[in-house]
């Protein structure tokens, strides 16, 4: 469009002077420089050149390439390898077949003892190392499973160990079931496991005795937490309810945690399961003798059998009843290695044929406080436990006797639970009782 005024714009009327200064600072170039096609090597302006230049890009292109171009790690490690540990094999030993220096496997596993038992390493568990560019070993995990890693890093030529800290998520699953052999058949056969057998024993401990109280027939339900780290299941975690039906008795059992988020039992009317003193001092074994007179099986005559005789392989652990002080410990005669411990109101347990002890005189300990391991040691005739208890100095017969409950809940908290309760009562009295199931860890819901 033509301008307002109806004049050419100013570069259209000055286009040669602008053309002359321009062909005159490329001639002063020229004359300072010299042609820059002279500097070009000799034949490479010809179309000859230019085809030769051509060729040699083609034959670079067909040249094989190297897999690791461009692919390098960033940072500092280079390579990975993941060790499965094989039967019969240490950690130490997996690491060395795969490559890795002697010197550098044993410093990383020196620096993971504090955190991993490596004579507890099974066939199948991992080890992950992380090599830098030398080959050299910079990183090292021991994976037990998706929630049980723990990792070493090389730093400043020293190793630093530390538990991985992998998510959990949870869902609540029920099992249920009926006795034929053992509470131990019974949970397993339902998808349990070892773990929460143990957890269902340490939930009754002071109103059932396992080993002389749980009968065919006797039946059971329970609401418990199952683990996941990514996405795999890695056991059971806190039960929230759960229920065991001996000789037609009904226990009952629901989680309130305490001020310090431990998992606490109490009964539907908020009355702790606590009592001062468990019922037994083992979690699994047999009585193979019961509190009386008897026939001594060694020495042949009959006198006072003060206690309770558990049957149990040797090195089963052996835990204090209660709280209290230990009175003795040590070699006691026909008792062999034997442990006392002083209760409060006048009660007193003993401990006897022990192939270890783990507390000393004049020490406090705590209710399920591992005090020894079982034995064969004194006057036995077998791996077992002598478990004796007395009451203001005279022997009684553990199986008979009635303890003091803790503290029951009260006020808000009560009111609280009470709720909380309702909810779990229903979900636990609509879960079916199978006498047999192949179930996998549980129903999910």
Same mark, same amino acid.
């Given at each position: 469009m033509p301008a307002a005024s109806g004049r050419e714009p100013w570069w259209r009327t000055q286009r040669l002077p602008i053309l002359g200064v321009l062909l005159a600072i490329n001639a002063g170039v020229i004359l300072l420089?010299?042609?820059?096609?002279?500097?070009?090597?000799?034949?490479?302006?010809?179309?000859?050149?230019?085809?030769?230049? %051509?060729?040699?890009? /083609?034959?670079? $292109?067909?040249?094989? &390439?190297? @897999?690791?171009?461009?692919? *390098? !790690?960033?940072?500092?490690?280079?390579?990975?390898?993941?060790?499965?540990?094989?039967?019969?094999?240490?950690?130490?030993?997996?690491?060395?077949?795969?490559?890795? %220096?002697?010197?550098? /496997?044993?410093? $990383?596993?020196?620096? &993971?003892? @504090?955190?991993?038992?490596? *004579? !507890?390493?099974?066939?199948?568990?991992?080890?992950?190392?992380?090599?830098?560019?030398?080959?050299?070993?910079?990183?090292?995990?021991?994976?037990?499973?998706?929630?049980?890693?723990?990792?070493?890093?090389l730093e400043e030529d020293v190793w630093q160990a530390r538990p991985l800290n992998v998510p959990i998520s949870t869902i609540v699953t029920k099992i249920a079931?009926?006795?034929?052999?053992?509470?131990?058949?019974?949970?397993?056969?339902?998808?349990?496991?070892?773990?929460?057998?143990?957890?269902?024993?340490d939930v009754f401990a002071w109103d059932l005795d396992?080993?002389?109280?749980?009968?065919?027939?006797?039946?059971?339900?329970?609401?418990?937490?199952?683990?996941?780290?990514?996405?795999?299941?890695?056991?059971?975690?806190?039960?929230?309810?759960?229920?065991?039906?001996?000789?037609?008795?009904?226990?009952?059992?629901?989680?309130?945690?305490?001020?310090?988020?431990?998992?606490?039992?109490?009964?539907?009317?908020?009355?702790?399961?606590?009592?001062?003193?468990?019922?037994?001092?083992?979690?699994?074994?047999?009585?193979?003798?019961?509190?009386?007179?008897?026939?001594?099986?060694?020495?042949?005559?009959?006198?006072?059998?003060?206690?309770?005789?558990?049957?149990?392989?040797?090195g089963t652990p052996v835990w204090s009843v209660g709280d209290g002080h230990v009175t003795f410990a040590g070699w006691q005669s026909g008792y062999g290695r034997y442990v006392q411990i002083r209760h409060a109101n006048g009660w007193a347990s003993e401990y006897g044929h022990l192939s270890a002890i783990h507390v000393k005189p004049g020490q406090h300990v705590t209710q399920k406080d591992i005090i020894g391991l079982t034995g064969n040691s004194g006057l036995s005739t077998g791996p077992h436990l002598h478990y004796g208890l007395?009451?203001?100095g005279a022997f009684v017969n553990p199986l008979l006797q009635s303890f003091e409950r803790g503290a029951p809940l009260t006020g808000a908290a009560l009111d609280a639970y009470r709720e909380q309760v309702k909810q779990l009562l229903t979900t636990l009295d609509a879960i079916p009782v199978a006498a047999e199931s192949t179930a996998k860890n549980g129903s999910e819901g």
């Open positions: 420089h010299g042609d820059p096609r002279s500097q070009m090597p000799a034949g490479a302006r010809s179309p000859a050149a230019r085809q030769a230049k %051509a060729d040699a890009a /083609a034959a670079t $292109a067909r040249e094989p &390439l190297d @897999p690791l171009a461009g692919m *390098r !790690r960033p940072g500092r490690v280079q390579h990975v390898l993941d060790i499965t540990i094989q039967a019969g094999q240490s950690a130490a030993a997996a690491l060395t077949e795969a490559g890795i %220096a002697r010197d550098e /496997a044993g410093s $990383a596993i020196v620096s &993971l003892k @504090p955190w991993v038992e490596f *004579r !507890r390493l099974r066939a199948g568990h991992h080890l992950i190392a992380r090599l830098d560019a030398d080959n050299q070993l910079v990183s090292l995990d021991v994976v037990k499973n998706a929630a049980d890693q723990v990792r070493t890093d079931g009926s006795v034929k052999s053992s509470l131990w058949e019974a949970v397993v056969s339902q998808g349990g496991d070892a773990r929460l057998v143990g957890d269902i024993v396992f080993y002389s109280e749980i009968y065919p027939g006797d039946t059971y339900r329970v609401l418990v937490e199952k683990l996941y780290a990514h996405d795999q299941f890695v056991g059971f975690g806190t039960i929230q309810a759960a229920e065991i039906v001996s000789a037609g008795t009904v226990h009952r059992a629901f989680v309130h945690p305490n001020q310090e988020g431990k998992a606490i039992y109490y009964d539907e009317q908020g009355q702790s399961l606590r009592k001062q003193l468990l019922k037994s001092p083992l979690k699994y074994a047999n009585i193979t003798s019961q509190f009386g007179m008897r026939v001594h099986p060694i020495l042949g005559y009959s006198r006072a059998h003060n206690g309770i005789d558990y049957g149990a392989p040797i007395l009451r203001s």
